[in-house]
């Protein structure tokens, strides 16, 4: 199965910095990424797929790239509402596979 | 407005058995692939199951093959994981969660808040 490593695991910053999170696949996956963010007993949410498409009503701040092992997720400029996990899918190989997720938390 | 909601959970011994429930609002399930995923306490997110839009297909993580059934209610618009011999290491919150097409084999597009299911003696 693709193991998914994403990096850091926890991501201090304050609100208007800019943050870039990793996602790291274990065999090349092309662009079949998703990225979404969960927040405390809330329903996950999806940010991204297709690597780098940005789902309905997802703000502009968000962006994705990457292609076969290495993904970025960016936040230009964090807003309060930003500070959640994020966690990465892949969906090019069985079985569906996620990564350890990624912390960002205010400094 | 699209929307999963999860119940069911609880507190079950270990051997017992569960049914957890994901109702659908906004859209009819039986024209989309449903997934089941869970997260154990302080882990990440671990695919569980999944059914294709049409019945026909059904998929399990090896852990829990033989013990965990997908099913589906057209009446009620309604998801369900039927949970058996319930072990301590399948404590976890469940989620359950859409794809956007037909093809199960893809991102998931739509999510619910989940429901905890608690294994112990």
């Known amino acids: 199965e693709i193991v998914l490593t994403q990096s850091p695991a926890t991501l201090s910053l304050s609100p208007g910095e800019p943050a870039t999170l990793s996602c790291r696949a274990s065999q090349s996956i092309g662009s079949d990424l998703a990225w979404c963010q969960q927040k405390p007993g809330q329903a996950p949410r999806l940010l991204i797929y297709a690597a780098g498409t940005r789902a309905t009503d997802i703000p502009a701040r968000f962006s994705g790239s990457g292609s076969g092992t290495e993904f970025t997720l960016s936040i230009s400029s964090l807003q309060s509402e930003d500070f959640a996990v994020y966690f990465c899918q892949q969906y090019n190989k069985w079985p569906l596979t996620f990564g350890g997720g990624t912390k960002v938390e205010i400094k | 407005q699209v929307q999963l909601v999860e119940s069911g959970g609880g507190v079950v011994q270990p051997g017992r058995s569960l049914r957890l429930s994901c109702a659908a609002s906004g859209f009819t399930l039986g024209n989309y692939g449903m997934h089941w995923v869970r997260q154990a306490p302080g882990k990440g997110l671990e695919w569980v199951a999944v059914?294709?839009?049409?019945?026909?297909?059904?998929f399990y993580t090896d852990s829990v093959k033989g013990r965990f059934t997908v099913s589906r209610d057209n009446s009620k618009n309604t998801l369900y994981l039927e949970m058996n011999s319930l072990r301590t290491e399948d404590t976890a919150v469940y989620y359950c969660?859409?794809?956007?097409?037909?093809?199960?084999?893809?991102?998931?597009?739509?999510w619910g808040k989940g429901t905890t299911v608690t294994v112990s003696s």
């Open positions: 969660a859409k794809v956007p097409g037909y093809n199960f084999w893809d991102y998931m597009d739509v």
């Open positions: 059914m294709s839009y049409d019945e026909d297909d059904h």
